[in-house]
């Protein structure tokens, strides 16, 4: 996050101001456009060999592909993350959530150019359909981050806090991560490199750092020392608050040094000059 801050302190007035608004009407324009067919998007959309070919403006252009199917939750769908994007526009700022987003958008693209070069050699087609679904679940998966007890309304009527439905995510991903092959699975780990990074920079090392394992083991020895220490002991007859409690301990002001005596000592021993 310092090299975070140093960035926007030199670059942050370059941020793209209210990007979560332009990637919702991005995705209405793909929305659109896949309602008209499929042939008047595919021209806008990620292909690793079409790009090589000099179609360059699907680098840019691929961001309007919709993150899932044209349905009655559409809407609903765009609401959600344009509300969960505008969050975290203001807790972040514009520039540390643009660089979120590019970089979502940026890893999407290298696993799939990764898996389209590997795909190349083997002497296979590469026939992925790179949409910016991930790119959504990082987004949600950074909101509960953030945001962990917030609740919202599932289907519009079970309160719910995110941090639950973003377990529920994962597990779906970690089950799509375990039935898919290593071009799938390579996919959803680029995709969701930039929550990955996100999440592993916000964790407390210190705790497992060698310094603070080794300080917790001295301060353990420490106290476990002082447990082994007598509170008081007689010097006389070496009785003890542990051995006798029925018994009273004093000091002698009297003898030199710190002497401590029961009770049935303290007016009878001879004091130490």
């Not at 060999?49 to 360059?56: A, C, D, M, N, R």
């Not at 890893?107 to 026939?127: K, W």
């Not at 941090?163 to 680029?190: C, E, P, Q």
Request: glycine residues 6%; contains cysteine.
């Amino acid at each position: 996050m310092k090299f975070l801050n140093k960035l926007e302190r030199k670059f942050g007035k370059y941020a793209v101001r209210n990007l979560t608004t332009i990637i919702i009407l991005g995705y209405v324009i793909g929305y659109i456009l896949l309602m008209m067919g499929y042939d008047y998007l595919e021209p806008f959309m990620f292909d690793p060999e079409k790009i090589l070919s000099g179609q360059v403006w699907r680098i840019v252009t691929w961001v309007i592909t919709p993150p899932g199917d044209l349905s009655i939750w559409t809407l609903v769908m765009l609401f959600f993350y344009y509300s969960i994007g505008k969050d975290l526009e203001r807790t972040w700022g514009d520039f540390i959530y643009n660089v979120y987003i590019f970089a979502g958008l940026f890893f999407t693209m290298l696993g799939s150019v990764i898996v389209y070069l590997i795909l190349q050699a083997m002497g296979i087609s590469f026939a992925g359909y790179v949409s910016t679904y991930y790119l959504c679940l990082s987004m949600f998966l950074a909101f509960a981050l953030e945001y962990p007890n917030v609740q919202v309304l599932l289907f519009f009527i079970i309160p719910v806090k995110v941090k639950w439905l973003a377990y529920i995510d994962v597990g779906f991903l970690l089950v799509s991560f375990y039935h898919n092959n290593w071009v799938g699975r390579t996919l959803i780990i680029t995709s969701l490199l930039n929550f990955i990074i996100l999440y592993l920079s916000t964790r407390n090392y210190k705790k497992i750092a060698p310094s603070e394992l080794k300080r917790k083991k001295k301060y353990r020895k420490q106290v476990q020392a002082a447990k082994n220490i007598t509170g008081h002991k007689c010097a006389i007859c070496g009785a003890t608050d542990e051995t006798n409690p029925e018994l009273q301990f004093r000091y002698c002001s009297k003898c030199n040094g710190n002497y401590e005596y029961c009770n049935k000592h303290l007016f009878t021993h001879e004091h130490v000059k």
